[in-house]
């Protein structure tokens, strides 16, 4: 038999086996075989691979919230223990504040009360003045716990003390008679600093405080009444 007449031969058994009436079916029914075993084989693959997947996640997040517990408890408080400011005085019901701190936004006659008449001129008060309503002299305390930065002699407040404290904040003690602080010293809220007295500025016929607060080095309203 030659090489034509086994084609021919071969051709003729391929078409008398796809008339059978079990071929077709038979064939459909292992294509979807072979079909559904190569999907459950990609599942089960990619099921195993999803369960690591989130194990390695879970793993990850409990980490993450280990870390965040463990900054938590590190963390120390700022603004929680921030000290709230007190009358730099111990009058009670003596204490009388004779100059207001200028606010732009306060009535025209607060503002009027917060001029300071000197050298034939008004200033702007950027602090508060304290005086007693016997006009005896008086002690004056730290409003704020904070370090002692500076003591001076100036030229118009007078004898000085300016506080530093936590949160950009500094407060200032002028016009005082005596001082019985140095720069250095801590200092805690209600600590003596000396004793009220006078000054050229804002006058020097009445024993008193000038007093202000600074806030990133700016003065501001201490909001005493």
């Known amino acids: 038999m030659n090489e034509k007449e086994r084609r021919t031969f071969r051709e003729s058994k391929w078409k008398k086996l796809t008339r059978q009436r079990w071929?077709?079916?038979t064939l459909y029914i292992t294509l979807v075989t072979?079909?559904?075993a190569g999907v459950l084989i990609y599942q089960m693959?990619?099921?195993d691979e999803a369960e690591e997947n989130d194990h390695n996640w879970q793993v990850e997040q409990n980490d993450l919230i280990e870390h965040q517990e463990q900054n938590a408890d590190e963390a120390e408080p700022v603004v929680a223990d921030q000290e709230d400011l007190v009358l730099p005085v111990l009058l009670g019901d003596r204490t009388e504040i004779i100059t207001n701190f200028y606010d732009v936004n306060a009535s025209g006659e607060e503002q009027e009360d917060a001029l300071i008449f000197y050298n034939n001129r008004y200033y702007q008060s950027?602090?508060?003045d304290i005086t007693s309503t016997d006009g005896e002299p008086f002690e004056v305390i730290a409003a704020l716990s904070g370090t002692v930065v500076e003591v001076k002699d100036d030229d118009l407040l007078g004898q000085t003390v300016e506080i530093e404290h936590e949160g950009e904040r500094m407060t200032v003690y002028a016009s005082l008679s005596e001082i019985d602080v140095e720069?250095?010293?801590e200092v805690s809220q209600g600590d003596k600093l000396g004793v009220?007295?006078?000054?050229?500025?804002?006058?020097?016929d009445v024993s008193k405080v000038h007093?202000?607060?600074i806030e990133d080095g700016?003065?501001?309203n201490p909001g005493f009444q």
Do not use: H, K
Not at 196 to 204: A, I, L, M
């Open 45 to 47: 693959t990619g099921t």
């Open 211 to 213: 007093f202000q607060l």
């Open 196 to 204: 009220s007295g006078e000054n050229v500025y804002s006058g020097p």
């Open 218 to 220: 700016e003065p501001v």
């Open 126 to 128: 950027q602090g508060v």
């Open 23 to 25: 071929f077709y079916p």
């Open 183 to 185: 720069a250095g010293d």
């Open 34 to 36: 072979v079909v559904l």
